[in-house]
């Protein structure tokens, strides 16, 4: 079920830009706008929600793997809201260049600021899902929130709405719809609540549970904290990956529908992320899971199992796009840009090697490498930003496609290399 939800939000994603591309086909320019919104809000709900979804799932996880039932939320909340706040001290004052300067619309500016506060709940609530493994409830909630945002564009095709902002709007609109599912969590919870305590908790129930407590309390508070920077961390380097391309091009070119163009090829990245966000969603707290029963082999078959279905499904995505990419990518977005084949194929191996990068990326995660992954992160998305301003390819669709290959080819063997010197202990790694 969590497959099913998340690839078809993968496809409903894809087509919303290809419908809005359709739409305002006229307006090209406006159709960059929208896609600007979009690069622009999720580098910044993944960089500050991202992390709180992350530390639930493995946190929530590895306590259910220790016999441990209750789960201590007042910490990843704090944090939350913390993040919450500190995007709108920096996004209301900067009302005016936001509006005028980078959207040139209001109304874009105002469903940047209420679609990043929705999220919040929303990726609160997939963190709590994951690490309960309700996995289907998860795959329900993203497939709403494509379902909801691809019905904005839906209507401004029939003629049911006009324009830019119709469209736009339900980027803001989806957060809101996908919070459908929680009360069937909660529904599932309660089945839960009625079963015998795991031995765990009963240790929690004696006359020394308000010191452990405070030990567990003391415990989230600081690696917590560490962990959900790091995890910010890496968020920030790969929303850098997916859409520096498309914010550098809007800065520097003078072709108003370029960035557009950008943004439609790195859709060949977008959608297989989302889809394979299903197998790296389970991925995490499994992991956790086994690491903390000391499920080595388990361990090691499950990343190996994992890498091995992403390079064949690379492979069959860069032999398609070589017979038939040009040709689909002017059908799907109405647009006659020459894409190469070549250059199309090349973004699908850096697709291939930007999901192997995530899936390490979970082992390292699960066995407390979040801080030398943040950092192995941030520095492949440095040297991609470094490389498309400097311009060492003058066409800047060519240089985005060497670019963004070279970075997750450079990301991936350094986590390889970070995998392969195994897990630190286990004191270190506990959350």
Known sequence: MLSIGIASTGVLTFAYFAVASHVLGRERAQYSKIDVLWSVMFVIISVIYRPIEQLLSRTIADRRARGLARQRLRVPMAIQGAFALVFLAVALPAHHTLAHG???????????????????????????????????????????????????????????????????????????????????????????????????????????????????????????????????????????????????????????????????????????????????TSLLPHLAGLEATAGGAAFARAIRITIAAIAVFSLATALGLVAVGPSVMQHVFGYNYPYGRLGLAVVAVGMGLH?????????????????????????????????????????????????YAGAAGLLALGLALLYRRGSPTASASAT
């Open 102 to 280: 980078v959207f040139h619309s209001t109304t874009l500016y105002w469903i940047l600021v209420v679609g990043v506060i929705a999220y919040a709940a929303s990726y609160f609530a997939r963190g709590w899902l994951a690490g309960h493994k309700y996995f289907a409830l998860y795959g329900g909630l993203v497939f709403m929130e494509s379902a909801s945002r691809f019905a904005f564009a839906l209507a401004a095709a029939v003629g049911i709405s006009h324009g830019q902002s119709a469209i736009a709007i339900g980027i803001a609109a989806a957060p809101f719809v996908s919070l459908v599912v929680v009360p069937a969590a909660f529904a599932s919870r309660a089945q839960r609540a009625g079963r015998t305590p795991p031995v765990g908790d009963a240790a929690l129930e004696g006359p020394a549970a308000e010191g452990i407590e405070e030990a567990a309390s003391d415990l989230s508070i600081r690696r917590g904290g560490r962990f959900a920077i790091s995890v910010s961390g890496i968020q920030l380097a790969e929303q850098t990956l997916l859409n520096a391309a498309v914010l550098t091009v809007y800065a520097t070119s003078t072709k108003a529908s370029l960035p557009g163009t950008v943004f439609d090829l790195l859709l060949i990245t977008r959608a297989p992320l989302q889809l394979f966000q299903a197998i790296q």
């Open 355 to 403: 999901l192997s990068a995530g899936t390490l990326n979970q082992a390292a995660l699960a066995r407390g490498q979040a801080g030398r992954a943040a950092a192995l992160w941030l520095t492949a998305a440095a040297l991609f930003v470094v490389w498309m301003l400097l311009g060492p390819i003058g066409d800047q669709v060519r240089r985005t496609e060497v670019g």
